[in-house]
């Protein structure tokens, strides 16, 4: 909501700015360590809590193996101690018999288990990309002002993986070790209630120099994962802008550049990595050194005919699926630590606000839509340069169907203007209306619902000419877009095109030149059928002849709309009912051409440099 009372003054403005500057898009001073060990992955119980039909399953194909592991210690005790017997020799054949029985059991719940908690594993990171991709769409212009496209990216796929990794194969190896370490120990309990007591003495030093370590790995891990993400920023803006690092001879220092953010980021995998093996080693040796100590014990219990050779076979047995279980966590605790950071960071994304939101109680705009829009003492300063005012008290307003042109010089607040009435920011003092409600306090869909823009800066998407176009409406049909495409023009080269209106364009639209981009965009403005048109240098890219027949589709598409146009040309400004002249985020001049040439303004400066004499003097 924008601040409706504020100091009208642009020192004021700029400080009530700062105050709602949001945070970066990364916040790299939070550190993990201050949180409690892997809490960050409580934020996977939502999506857990979808599939709990699945996740109860595989606890369960978990439990009938652990069952069938922890039973064959007992037919080797009996084994031991009866089967040689002479007198014992056909209970040889019923053991083995029995032991195929469970490891077929075995098997086949070992092989649910692992189906059930890989899908599960990825049915959970799908779910999380689709409602981190979502959540992207909703953050607003300041917290896109600060963050990098690259490390998004990261985020999205490379963080998921990580996640993917452990909640499918290392969460399955965890549960799994879990189970047969906790069973296994009660069993040593059953077994040899003394052997047992010496050797748990040893379990809680193992695990608090499992969890000791497993924080520094997970420190380290999402280290190596922020580096990774810059990284993987650099080369995304590398790769996109190709061919200006091509035209500069600068492909060589880009791969400098390059080379050191993933030097840096596998200097920061080393120590991740390293810190791992370390874990894994000390935590190898101290289970299996604890085995070995009662192993020795056990030896001795049997000399003396304290213990039946059979029931320490058995401990032993125990005692081996214990060490093999807590190592093998040892293992898995670093991929877990690792998830933990990765769902931090991702966990950081989505609980990014945006400025910009929908109030809980929306005002209806009103029907049928007229296209009515005014600006009220409008303050603005973009949170990214909170210090430097772009709007000062700007206030005008626009009749439906009136057509108003803004210029002046570069930097004169002319296209925040849109970036406001677009509602991609909020003023920080004043009230922008569309039909009379304040866009505040209306849905921003509903309100941009509302508007139909054509950007200096046109965004191509590597699909065809057909769906490029019917991004202005969806639900449109093919004959819609075609016939869009005509009225702006477009049909004049889509007919040279091979495939037509189905021909693909590339990234960005590489294949397109800048004047064939800008008419997609005007087709999608058209289709878009909007009240509101927002013409920002619609025609710059175009050559004469083609700004002749694109100027003709957008009188065209002008009829029975509100327009705003930011333009330098001279044919636009001419057509124009009106035109404000903005300087230093503040309208300095208004009226029709021939009165503001004629009273020697800034816009007769601007109509001398920008449209010639010619112009100057009409």
Known sequence: MPVTQAASTPSATASTAASATPPPARAPEKPAARRPRLRPLMALWPHLQRYRGRALAAVAALVVAAIATLVVPIAVRRMIDFGFDESHAGFIDRYFAVMIGVVA?????SAARYYLVMTLGERIVADLRAQVFTHLLTLDGAFYDGAKSGELISRLTADTTQIKSAVGASASI???????????????VVTSPWLAATLLVAIPVIVAVLLGAGRGVRKRSRGAQDTLAEASAYAAEAIGSVRSL???????????????????????????VRARSWLTGVGIFLVFASVVGILWAGANAVLAGSMTAGTLGQFVLYAVLAASGLGQLGEVWGEISQAAGATERIAELLDEKPKVAPPARPVALPE??????AFDEVFFAYPARPDLPALAGVSFSVKPGERVAVVGPSGAGKSTLFQLLLRFYDPVAGRVTVDGVDIAEADPEAVRARIALVPQDVAIFATSIRENIRLGRPDATDAEVEE????????????????GWETPVGERGVTLSGGQRQRLAIARAILRRAPILLLDEATSALDAESETLVQQALDLSMQGRTTLVIAHRLA?????????????????????????VGRGGLYARLAALQFGEAGAGK
């Open 484 to 499: 869009a495409g005509r009225l702006a023009r477009a049909d004049e080269f889509v007919a040279r095109l091979p495939e």
């Open 368 to 373: 049928p839509a007229r296209g009515a829009v």
């Open 246 to 272: 091509q035209a500069n001879t600068a492909e060589a220092a880009a791969s400098r550049l390059f080379g050191g953010e993933v030097e840096h980021a596998f200097e920061a995998a080393r120590n991740a």
């Open 174 to 188: 965890a549960l799994r070790n879990i189970v047969l370490f906790f069973g296994a120990t009660v069993m040593m």
């Open 105 to 109: 059991v075995l098997s086949l719940a």
């Open 572 to 596: 636009t400004v001419l057509s124009a009912d009106r035109i404000l002249v903005m300087e230093g985020g503040r309208i300095v001049e208004e009226g029709t051409h021939a009165s503001l």
